[in-house]
């Protein structure tokens, strides 16, 4: 049985294992006392970036996005404080994989109950190609930053066109996508990735505070 954990842990391919080394989120989740989840005491638990990929089925750019992208909210909003998972709410400018995970890491649930729900979704049309914005409010606190995220200063929009192309080719008609291009998609996928997680793409994340007020105009 320890045996079959450790090869669970170790679910991803070899060239992605520089996944394991990015640090972890804690969050506060009284739900995870209530319902008998934790050991005796703990109040807290860890989310990493593996578990995005578990919850995705694949190691990914939206994954190691969204995952960065709620790292930098919770290292804004803490405030040097560990914050509890369902407490937050989103605003995303476009309807994405990008934003699922962040609701996803931060508990945002999207409810048609205009109250309940904690996962706005307002388009902007001012932004450049592949520059997303998204907004992270923690009720407790009332506090709020806003985080754009320039997706094209990773390898450029060239380039990127050329693997949405594929990614769309493989989905539609799977034969036409040959083993060079199968291979240039999975060799960029893994370094876009590691980029984005080891952060060596300098202002890939332009990140402010703002208003909590921003919640208002959704509910």
């Given at each position: ?208 505070r703002t208003s909590y007020a921003f919640t208002n105009k959704n509910i």
């Amino acid at each position: 049985m320890h045996g079959h954990m450790k090869n669970q842990k170790q679910k991803w391919h070899i060239y992605y294992h520089f996944i394991y080394d990015v640090k972890p989120l804690i969050f506060h989740y009284p739900h995870g006392v209530l319902t008998g989840s934790f050991s005796e005491g703990v109040t807290t638990y860890l989310l990493s970036f593996d578990d995005v990929c578990a919850f995705l089925g694949h190691v990914c750019l939206c994954g190691a996005g969204g995952y960065r992208i709620a790292q930098h909210a919770i290292d804004q909003l803490s405030d040097g404080v560990i914050l509890e998972k369902d407490r937050f709410i989103i605003q995303s400018s476009h309807d994405h994989t990008i934003s699922d995970v962040i609701a996803f890491i931060l508990g945002c649930s999207r409810r048609n109950d205009p109250i309940k729900n904690r996962y706005f979704v307002k388009q902007d049309t001012l932004l450049e190609r592949r520059e997303y914005r998204y907004i992270i409010g923690y009720e407790p606190s009332h506090k709020a930053v806003e985080i754009i995220y320039r997706k094209h200063l990773i390898v450029g929009n060239k380039t990127m066109d050329e693997l949405w192309e594929i990614e769309k080719a493989l989905d539609t008609q799977p034969e036409s996508v040959s083993e060079k291009e199968k291979t240039f998609f999975r060799n960029a996928m893994i370094e876009m990735v590691r980029k984005v997680l080891l952060d060596e793409i300098p202002d890939l994340f332009e990140i402010t505070r703002t208003s909590y007020a921003f919640t208002n105009k959704n509910i």
